[in-house]
Structure formats: structure tokens, C-alpha cells
């Protein structure tokens, strides 16, 4: 990302307006809305003995600015890597899909399920509050013992 990027992303995360200058006009608008941001590893794979910073080379001062970060990480596994790369050479050889060992739900269907769906209202009673409560964290506390 360019210098000038990163500046006029950081002033709309961090003031929330976006200033502009076009055709010897200058104005600032307001920017409340939402920035979902993707990014590739400079290095083409993500080192996972460098900070996430270091991987994406965006400053630390503009990641701050999201609400949430989060990493999708590709891990090479030959199994799966094998399956994809068979899926995309019959894909681009035939120009169709693979036949399926399934028959997928018909689109009415999914969309009736759905509108189904949506009338219900899930409620958690206080009983079962609790237990979830002591789960979630006992399940925590688990996985913090094997990082």
C-alpha cells in the first residue's frame, strides 16, 4: 500500500471524515462507515515467527484502527493440496464442475428452511446460562496450557 493510501485510510479510521480537494474545491465529508480490509503477506507466505505487522507491512498505528483482526492462514497439507489441484485441472479441462457423490438441497428448499428458521426465537434459560458460562471457560483455560 502506498504512503498516500495508508494516510488517507488512517484519517477516515481514526476522525471518521475524508478530505477532499478536486477542481480548486476543498471540503471534508464525514465517513461513518464500516472498512473491511483484506491483505496478502509481503513475502507471499506468512512467517509465522513475525508479528502480523511485519507479515502485511502495514504500520502498527493503522492496524489498531480496526475493531477486529484476524488471520486466515494457508497451511500446506498434501492430501488437500492434491484434491484442489485435481478440483481446478478438471474444472479448466471439462469447463464444468466435477460430479458430485451428493445431490445438493434445490434452492426453494434452502430458502423455505431459512424463512423457517427466522420465526424461531432462541431463548437460554438461567440454568443453562451458567453451565455454559463454566464450559467456555474451563475450555479456555485448556487451551491456554497447550500455547
Known amino acids: 500500500m502506498e504512503e498516500s493510501d495508508r494516510t488517507a485510510i488512517h484519517e477516515v479510521m481514526e476522525q471518521q471524515t475524508v478530505s477532499i480537494a478536486k477542481a480548486g474545491i476543498t471540503t471534508t465529508l464525514n465517513a461513518r462507515t464500516a472498512v473491511l480490509a483484506a491483505a496478502n503477506p509481503v513475502w507471499g507466505r506468512y512467517k509465522k515467527n513475525l508479528s502480523p505487522e ?39 479441462r471439462t469447463q464444468k464442475h466435477p460430479p458430485l457423490s451428493f445431490e445438493p438441497y434445490s434452492p426453494e428448499f434452502l430458502r423455505a428452511f431459512i424463512s423457517r428458521a427466522r420465526t424461531f426465537k432462541p431463548t437460554i434459560p438461567a440454568s443453562l446460562a451458567s453451565y455454559i458460562v463454566d464450559t467456555y471457560v474451563d475450555m479456555r483455560s485448556e487451551n491456554a496450557s497447550d500455547a
Open 54 to 92: 511485519a507479515n502485511i507491512g502495514l504500520p502498527t498505528a493503522l492496524l489498531s484502527r480496526f475493531d477486529v483482526t484476524f488471520l486466515l492462514l494457508d497451511t500446506p497439507d498434501e492430501a488437500n493440496d492434491t484434491e484442489l489441484a485435481k478440483h481446478i485441472t478438471f474444472v479448466h
